[in-house]
């Protein structure tokens, strides 16, 4: 059979956008499933992935279009095709979006939360509006005409913009130079301010206007002497896949050049209010080169991208949010005198944020201050703005141990704040490596190297995630500590090998990409075929965020014409088509969309019984396989691996928040009316699996810990 064949793949673009929509659905779910300030943010993720979508998957689809390039992809697009398909897919986006927004809008006066507009204003709230226009908002405006001595500005990526049409006024001597009668100008809305404002109110109401109606209703103090003819709210999107230099000498000062291009690139969306003027919209496409599909009229506020943490300017609404997760101690670690002592003696498996990330930053912190520690050795992709971490390996730097990040300066939108972690790592005398030229470094990888009494000992911390402590309470990962020499002796190699460019070691538990991962996959998706042909139970499951990559696709196809039982749980993309006649009728794909990421990449090989159990910081996908390093790690411990076999049957019950994929690449949302939903009842089982232990040990509580 030729799985080569279109038909047996779902674009990914379209299968992204579907990731999308689900997530936006969450918006329009009852209250009691979802609240209502938890919908506003849903909405707000919905904008803020479909602006990265358009800088980077629509831009590279436009670059195909405008170099020629026509071949079809894997699916059988071709560009053209594609991007039109993509462009109907995410105006019907647009209208869902907006109608769910209006709609929560509304329904959040019932909780005294209002949004007025200007005219709406009652004169107190009218007189404040005034004073703070005046006194905040008017210092910081820069009104651009739009003339032939003033040619049309360069508009910031994803700025908000006043597009405004004037009439001159012919008795007053403003622009006595210009022969035009209708001027066009722009005002940028400054994006250094809060956009919503909170009115003085009577009672418990809760009033906001946004910054732009504000500005709107006072421009006449920045075009006196002219007529405003028009005004309309609009946005652009620019491509952010401009090309880096990695052929440079200086990678960070390459790195900088980058992210300065990065913000001039081409339109690719302008977002524009829907009841616009016509010669505005035409003035702002014909100047912008955009055709009539790159135009986004949207019925409400551009951009609810930036109600994000909307919810932090209220008080009082608790009931409007999530009942909060609160990570709970490690059991194991939390009773422990020494962390050190207790990796010695057994693994540990933290599940975030179910289960803390603090034995984390506390094992850097201790080994930061611990005599005995010589070296700590440290992978950092995304960090959080104010990482403790990066404070602990300072001080390591500072008390004389040998600290060695890895700080990959190419990961996409946090650049910047890589570039000014590495600097400050570097002053405090940290020995700083800027990722490796051609390859991303997406490993997650701690090494500590402690002298103790019996010789050299080394300590490892594996993980899917991110070492970043914010991330670590939004998004669900999987890590392993260990002391184990195979583990310790696996990180130190592949340390070197990134640091020193020395041969890939023979590894002893570790895969790594673009070594060896996908043929180690591969390899162990053949073991559940041949257990199969020798009429063996087979099983697979495999948890991961996006599954791309056709060698492996081709390889399940296979597996399950075998008779291999797969249990797919992909959280965004999907190329894969379960449910085909005789090619993927053993394979189903469920996608789980909840209070938190899913961002886990575990694998479960049956193997006869004797189950092979992993965790990755990689996706089935070219770009993590090929173009990143990678690891994948296993879990030995029976104990350890009974409790990451766990969870992933508990996501396979999950009967709320799942969706299952259909052959034709529709979701459908299980609902079997049991109202199991997975993350609750993980978190749920990490709080009994640490109050078990205090009752049982009888140690003490935490002092704000909550039962």
């Not at 986006?93 to 709609?103: A, D, G, P, S, T």
């Not at 797969?566 to 190329?575: F, Q, T, Y």
Request: net charge neutral; with cysteine; proline share 4%.
């Amino acid at each position: 059979m030729n799985f080569d064949d279109p038909q047996f793949y779902f674009n990914k673009q379209l299968s992204w956008l579907k990731f999308n929509i689900r997530v936006l659905e969450e918006a329009n779910s009852d209250e009691e499933e979802t609240p209502l300030l938890e919908k506003l943010k849903y909405l707000a993720i919905t904008a803020t992935n479909l602006d990265e979508f358009f800088m980077v998957r629509v831009s590279r689809i436009k670059d195909d279009i405008e170099s020629g390039f026509n071949e079809a992809d894997k699916s059988g697009y071709r560009p053209k095709e594609l991007f039109n398909e993509i462009s109907k897919t995410i105006h019907k986006i647009y209208n869902n979006q907006y109608k769910y927004f209006n709609k929560t809008i509304k329904k959040l006066e019932t909780e005294k939360v209002y949004f007025k507009k200007y005219n709406e204003l009652k004169n107190k709230e009218k007189e404040y509006a005034k004073k703070y226009f005046n006194e905040i908002i008017l210092p910081v405006l820069t009104p651009v005409a739009i003339d032939p001595s003033h040619p049309f500005p360069l508009i910031s990526n994803k700025s908000l913009n006043l597009g405004i049409l004037l009439q001159k006024n012919e008795d007053e001597n403003v622009f006595s130079n210009i022969k035009e009668k209708q001027i066009f100008s722009v005002v940028e809305v400054p994006s250094n301010l809060q956009r919503f404002i909170k009115l003085p109110s009577s009672g418990k109401k809760n009033v906001f206007i946004y910054l732009e109606d504000i500005i709107k209703a006072n421009l006449d103090q920045l075009f006196s002497g002219n007529q405003i003819v028009a005004v309309d709210t609009f946005r652009i999107t620019r491509n952010a896949e401009v090309i880096l230099d990695e052929e440079s000498k200086n990678l960070l000062s390459e790195m900088k050049r980058y992210v300065k291009r990065r913000r001039w690139g081409f339109v690719v969306r302008l977002e524009i209010n829907s009841n616009y003027n016509n010669y505005i919209l035409n003035f702002l496409k014909d100047k912008l080169n955009l055709e009539q599909d790159d135009i986004y009229k949207v019925n409400g506020p551009v951009n609810p991208g930036s109600f994000m943490d909307f919810a932090s300017k209220l008080d009082n609404h608790e009931h409007l949010k999530f009942k909060k997760i609160i990570p709970q101690p490690n059991p194991k670690i939390y009773n422990a005198d020494d962390i050190f002592e207790l990796l010695k003696e057994e693994d540990v498996i933290l599940h975030h944020p179910f289960e803390s990330f603090d034995p984390v930053i506390e094992i850097v912190k201790k080994a930061a201050v611990d005599s005995k520690v010589l070296a700590i050795k440290q992978s950092l992709y995304r960090v959080s703005g104010n990482s403790p971490l990066i404070k602990h390996l300072t001080t390591a730097a500072e008390n004389g141990k040998q600290v060695t990040v890895l700080v990959e300066l190419k990961a996409r939108f946090d650049e910047e704040q890589n570039i000014a972690w590495a600097k400050k790592l570097e002053e405090a005398g940290c020995h700083v490596i800027y990722g490796i030229k051609g390859l991303k470094v997406h490993a997650k990888a701690l090494l500590i190297v402690r002298a103790e009494k019996e010789g050299i000992k080394r300590y490892v911390h594996m993980s899917s995630g991110n070492y970043n402590d914010k991330t670590a309470e939004l998004y669900t990962d999987m890590a392993l500590m260990t002391s184990k020499d195979n583990f310790a002796s696996d990180i130190a190699g592949l340390f070197n090998l990134l640091t020193g460019y020395s041969k890939p070691p023979e590894w002893k538990l570790l895969s790594v990409a673009p070594l060896d991962l996908r043929d180690d996959f591969l390899k162990l998706i053949e073991g559940e075929i041949n257990n199969a042909k020798n009429s063996l139970e087979a099983k697979i499951i495999a948890k991961m965020n996006s599954l791309v990559d056709s060698k492996i696709i081709k390889k399940l196809y296979q597996a399950s014409q075998a008779g291999v039982k797969i249990e797919l749980i992909v959280r965004g993309i999907c190329c894969l088509v379960p449910g085909i006649k005789g090619v993927s009728e053993n394979i189903t794909v469920r996608s789980i969309i909840g209070k938190l990421l899913e961002h886990s990449r575990i694998f479960y090989f049956y193997n006869n019984n004797q189950p092979l159990v992993f965790l990755s910081s990689a996706d089935w996908r070219p770009r993590n396989l090929d173009r990143r390093v990678e690891i994948s790690f296993p879990i030995e411990d029976p104990e350890k691996k009974e409790k990451v076999i766990n969870v992933l049957k508990t996501v396979l019950n999950d009967s709320q928040k799942a969706h299952l994929l259909q052959s034709n690449g529709e979701y459908k949302k299980i609902d079997d009316g049991n109202n199991y939903e997975s993350q609750l009842e993980l978190f749920e089982m990490a709080k009994t699996s640490f109050q078990k232990e205090v009752l049982n040990k009888q140690f003490k509580v935490p002092q704000d810990y909550i039962f």
